[in-house]
């Protein structure tokens, strides 16, 4: 496959908001070309999540995830991938007033090929977005459990788990969905109120950790494919040992070095 000429006709927000009900939506992070092109012809959307501040950069939490980082990756996945939605997620601060928002979404616009933006937050972000929305720029909205808030919370929680707290989701979502949010992504949600909201939206959900009723499902590609020894969340289905696989191969080289078995004649000028 090309890195320049697309697989497949180029994905729209529409066409995506067709897909509700029809077939589910697949959606995976990446945070480079490399990777980016390998999904290409299989993911309906790609998300440059800010979860690479963890497990690209090594850190505790997304939170210190920057606007300039977050460009960098954007750019280089857009250049691996043409297809698919590629949806930017906009890091911690970036968007605490809709005039900052707005200016750091157009700012992600003019210097990547991102096709929308990521914010987490509920209702009480539902200004912004509006104000994004009326100004060109396509959002995903990210409610249950954010990230985001991890410190602010103390912890990742799931939610959905009282009464109160389904009519609170299914009242963000209903909002967040008013004021022009094109899919809403809900993490962490116990399935039956997951796929309550998602009967209740006119724009397809997509789920990571929210059970099999959302329109879509988004998995960070580094647990989906086992390179998180330490760590996997209950919702990670592993499709690869990958972590395995490349220290058994890496080991293997180093054998081959350290034994004078590489290379050969057969890798030499
Ligand atoms: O940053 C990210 O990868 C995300 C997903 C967990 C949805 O926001």
């Known amino acids: 496959m090309s ?29 480079d070309a490399l990777f980016a092109s390998l999904f290409e012809d299989d993911a309906d959307l790609i998300l440059v999540g800010d ?56 700012r992600v616009y003019k210097e990547t090929g991102a096709d929308a933006i990521k914010i987490e937050g509920g209702a009480e972000r539902a200004e912004i977005v509006e104000h994004l929305v009326k100004n060109g720029i396509a959002v995903i909205s990210h409610i249950g459990l954010m990230p985001q808030f991890v410190r602010a919370d103390g912890g990742y929680k799931v939610r959905g788990k009282s009464s109160e707290d389904e009519a609170e989701l299914l009242k963000d979502a209903k909002i967040l969905e008013q004021a022009g949010a094109f899919v809403i992504l809900l993490e962490g949600i116990k399935s039956e109120v997951a796929t309550k909201i998602t009967n209740e939206l006119k724009v397809p959900t997509i789920g990571i950790g929210a059970g099999a009723g959302c329109d879509g499902q988004v998995l960070v590609w580094s647990d989906m494919f086992g390179f998180f020894e330490s760590f996997k969340p209950k919702f990670v289905k592993k499709y ?26 057969e890798y030499s000028y």
């Open 51 to 106: 979860s690479l501040n963890m497990s690209f950069l090594g850190n505790g939490d997304t939170l210190s995830a920057t606007m300039d980082q977050m460009i960098y990756h954007t750019k280089a996945v857009c250049s691996g991938a043409q297809s698919p939605i590629i949806v930017f997620d906009m890091p911690f601060g970036s968007y605490n007033t809709k005039e900052e928002a707005l200016k750091n979404a157009i």
């Open 3 to 31: 890195m320049l000429i697309p697989a497949r006709k180029k994905l729209t927000v529409k066409s995506i908001q067709k897909l509700k009900g029809q077939e589910k939506l697949v959606m995976v992070t990446a945070y």
């Open 240 to 265: 690869l040992n990958g972590a395995k696989l490349i220290r058994e191969a890496f080991s293997e080289y180093k054998k081959d070095v350290k034994e004078g078995k590489f290379p050969t004649d």
